[in-house]
């Protein structure tokens, strides 16, 4: 029998196509030369940014000695926004200080004094130097207002709350508003005020027990009405005083008239007088007739100016002037009457 044929081995065709697969190590060194490429763009970045910030530095150092104190702090703030360093927090307390923004001047002193590159005897000397004399005109007051709420001094902007802590002012009397709250607050030299402008909310009623009705609450009295006394009384007696003055004047000055009458009549008839006295009957009539007036002139005086001292006395006691609860029990008013006795004066008679 004939053999059967052999199966022929057929070689893979070369030619393009996909090479072998990657090995783990081929993918370790991807990985690892990636990481070098982002880690030296980050140290380039960061040697960048440390360049800005020296010199910014440099150039705010420079324009301080010139005295451009404003243009200084423009570049300072800028080096401090790239890397806080310690000297220029400290230069920027010193320019501020010098532009009487003693507020800002603070507040980079204190950053000064809790850096960690901060020099320890620079340190001790600026903490009993520039930041005593910048606690003798500043305060620091403490913000309590609601998350997000907007907070303005003096109708400027401060910032948003909440504040990380105290916040550095001149001292005075400071507004602090924010939305519809708004309150004064005293600032004083080295001391820490609160500004609280959170509006308390009133405390929920407890609720009713189940099964008892809910007892009603107490209705408040009503509140007095307000009233004054009355000028009656004083008014009347001031009215008697001064009548009574005017009287006695007219009085003193008919006896005035009638002696003056009874002199040139004494002078007229000297020695014409009889022993008994008839022929200057009407002498005699007009002399008794001054005396009376007099008399009756000194009564009229005695009783106006007692009635005017009644008056005053009245007024005090009373004090009509002066606005007062009205009195809620039968009390009956104070009154008081002159009464006229047998003897000259007055008398005041009432309730008090």
Known sequence: MPAAPRPRVVSPRRGPGPGPAPGPGRGRRARALALAVVATSLVSGGVARADEADDRHAEGTALGKKGEFEAARIKLLQA????????????????EQQMKLEDEAIKHCRAFLAAKDADPATAQTVHDGIFRELEQVTGRVVIEAPTGARVEVDGHLLGVAPFPGP??????????????????????????????LVVDEPSPAPPPVVGQPASPQPTPPPAAPA?????????????????????????????????SNLEAARATRAGTCGPTGAEC?????????????????????????????????????????????????STPTPTLVPVFGAAPGVALLGAY
Do not use: H
């Open 80 to 95: 401090a926004s790239a890397r806080p360093m310690a000297k220029t927090l400290l230069n920027l307390c010193v320019v």
């Open 167 to 196: 916040v550095d002012l001149k001292v005075g009397e400071r507004t602090f508003s924010a939305g519809t709250v708004s309150v004064s607050v005293a600032v004083r030299p080295g001391q820490v005020a609160t500004a609280k």
């Open 227 to 259: 009233e004054r006394g009355s000028w009656l009384v004083p008014g009347v007696l001031g009215g008697l005083g001064v009548v009574g003055l005017g009287v006695g004047g007219g009085l003193a000055l008919a006896s005035s008239g009638k002696a």
């Open 281 to 329: 009957a009407d002498l005699q009539s007009v002399y008794d007739s001054g005396k009376g007036l007099r008399t009756g002139s000194y009564i009229a005086y005695g009783v106006g100016g007692a009635a005017l001292l009644g008056a005053v006395v009245v007024a005090l006691v009373t004090t009509p002037w002066r606005e007062r609860q009205a009195a809620t029990r």
